[in-house]
Antibody
Framework: QVQLQQSGPGLVKPSETLSLTCTVS????????WSWIRQPPGKGLEWIGY???????NYNPSLKSRVTLSLDTSKNQFSLQLSSVTTADTAVYYC???????????WGQGTLVTVSS | QSALTQPASVSGSPGQSITISCTGT?????????VSWYQQHPGKAPKLLIY???NRPSGVSNRFSGSKSDNTASLTISGLQAEDEADYYC?????????????FGGGTKLTVL
């Protein structure tokens, strides 16, 4: 069974870069596609983007200029970087595995990231 | 404003059936069989209930079922139970270049009376 464990700071200052990592256990990250999703407090889900098993990416156009997804196959991890953050980026960030038909079948525990000085 | 439209809330009594709709366009729900449904309890990560419009992952109760007609997908929960009280989200692949790969609905809060 695949498990995803998220890590990273819960507080980021405005204009700085948010960085989160998702460590996968139970299978190799080279076997699947992976995604990041966020959820502002009290609001709905927002797709951030995905990274394939070979590192190709697709980003939400609204975030594309600020987002970078990457893979570290040696550590079985994938990561999210979001630059120039503002208070509007305050949200719970989730990593997830993409299954067939684009369903997200395994999720990380979520990380609340607050953007504040 | 979310790309897919869901009712903000629905309610039902234990044992009843309810249906949650998810309305999109001919660029997403209407064009592809890539609709998924998720259940989210407060403070928890979403859980995949349905993928590919009507397929249930292993371990998901057969009380949950999905369907699609034209630009609207639906999630039906039969034999409502207290533990079904949660938020429900739909998602779909989209061919719109302005929205990215996947769009979500705004979510529906299910109250079990």
């Amino acid at each position: 069974q695949v498990q995803l464990q998220q890590s990273g700071p819960g507080l980021v200052k405005p204009s700085e870069t948010l960085s989160l990592t998702c460590t996968v256990s139970g299978d190799s990250i080279t076997n699947y596609y992976w995604s990041w999703i966020r959820q502002p407090p009290g609001k709905g889900l927002e797709w951030i983007g995905y990274i394939s098993h070979i590192g190709s990416t697709n980003y939400n156009p609204s975030l594309k200029s600020r987002v970078t997804l990457s893979l570290d196959t040696s550590k079985n991890q994938f990561s999210l970087q979001l630059s120039s953050v503002t208070t509007a980026d305050t949200a719970v960030y989730y990593c997830a595995k993409i299954s067939g038909s684009l369903g997200l079948d395994f999720w990380g525990q979520g990380t609340l990231v607050t953007v504040s000085s | 404003q979310s790309a897919l439209t869901q009712p903000a809330s629905v309610s039902g009594s234990p044992g009843q059936s309810i249906t949650i709709s998810c309305t999109g366009t001919s660029s997403d729900v209407g064009a592809f069989n890539y609709v998924s449904w998720y259940q989210q309890h407060p403070g928890k990560a979403p859980k995949l209930l349905i993928y590919g419009v009507s397929n249930r992952p292993s371990g998901v109760s057969n009380r949950f079922s999905g369907s699609k007609s034209d630009n609207t997908a639906s999630l039906t929960i039969s034999g409502l139970q207290a533990e079904d009280e949660a938020d429900y989200y739909c998602s779909s692949y989209t061919s719109s270049s302005t929205l990215g790969l996947v769009v979500f609905g705004g979510g529906t809060k299910l109250t079990v009376l």
